[in-house]
């Protein structure tokens, strides 16, 4: 069945510039997908039909999904209709990175009818849509700078098990860019060096070097969410844990996948709304 998966990602550190002139932020991030995903039924029709899964969530031309193919369309002579389904269990501003996913994966379709197309400057242009969606074209563990657009794959992150957390609420992500702009000074973006370190040596980040630019600002947007850390942290006794993106979602890292269900089914005992276990997901897209 033509069914494309749509990972949710994690932030391995964020590293933020301040606002340039383009009116955008340089970041500088290792990012990895997990197995946790939307799924998308995408085939080739005889007219345009779009389905989501969630009545609040319209596959209008506004929708980054349709948007998406509208992108691709332009680009790829003779590119058929499409009749698509998003089924869609990423939580929607988490920082989980499943709009963009999601987009990305129309380009992985579209991309099978476009051979002669360079993938690496598709690849590329595709940040046209979204910061994150280059990285979703290719999935795995990735180091992002730049706008997102420069991409370096990195050796795959060891097979390890995650639950992300969730407090059960939404945060803006230009809300939380609008606090770091107030709050003024990034890290020294250090951190990534030797998160990448630790990656090619096979071993979990510590969480002390797992620093993300945008979690104060985050903090200062949703001050519950302070609460709702420290919960985390007390219960994942010394693993490692980050807030992904501009949050509101939390990850621990841990030992392999029965690990990840065993921490998610103590979160929820301790309170916590949404606790979903899963595993690191490698690359399926061309190096």
């Not at 990602?9 to 301040?18: A, F, R, Y």
């Not at 990012?31 to 039924?41: E, I, S």
């Not at 994966?105 to 400057?121: D, G, H, K, N, Q």
């Not at 929820?268 to 190096?287: C, E, I, M, N, Y």
Request: charged share 20%; proline share 9%; aromatic share 8%.
């Amino acid at each position: 069945m033509p069914w494309y998966q749509a990972p949710a990602k994690i932030n391995l550190g964020l590293w933020v510039g301040p606002r340039d002139q383009s009116g955008f932020h340089p970041v500088d991030t290792v990012m990895q997908t997990v197995a946790f995903a939307d799924q998308l039924y995408l085939e080739p029709s005889d007219h345009m039909l779009w389905e989501s899964s969630r009545s609040d969530l319209p596959m209008d031309p506004a929708n980054l999904v349709v948007r998406s193919y509208t992108w691709c369309a332009a680009r790829i002579a003779g590119l058929p209709p499409i009749r698509g389904r998003l089924d869609k269990v990423i939580p929607v501003g988490a920082g989980l990175g499943g709009g963009s996913s999601d987009a990305a994966a129309v380009i992985r379709w579209a991309l099978t009818y476009a051979s002669e197309l360079p993938f690496s400057e598709t690849v590329h242009d595709s940040g046209e849509l979204g910061m994150d969606v280059p990285f979703f074209v290719r999935g795995g563990t990735a180091r992002a700078e730049g706008y997102g657009d420069i991409l370096t794959t990195l050796p795959p992150m060891r097979p390890a098990g995650v639950v992300l957390a969730n407090p059960g609420i939404s945060l803006s992500t230009p809300r939380v860019y609008e606090a770091y702009d107030r709050m003024g000074k990034p890290s020294d973006g250090e951190q990534i060096g030797r998160v990448i370190e630790a990656l090619k040596t096979g071993a979990l980040p510590d969480s002390g070097d797992l620093i993300n630019d945008l979690e104060e600002p985050a903090l200062a947007v949703l001050p519950a969410l302070r609460e709702f850390r420290d919960l985390l942290q007390r219960t994942a006794e010394g693993f490692p844990i980050a807030m992904s993106g501009s949050g509101p979602t939390y990850f621990i890292l841990g030992q392999d996948e029965d690990w990840a269900e065993w921490m998610a089914r103590r979160l929820t005992a301790r309170g916590v709304p949404w606790a979903q276990p899963t595993t690191v997901l490698d690359s399926w897209g061309k190096k």
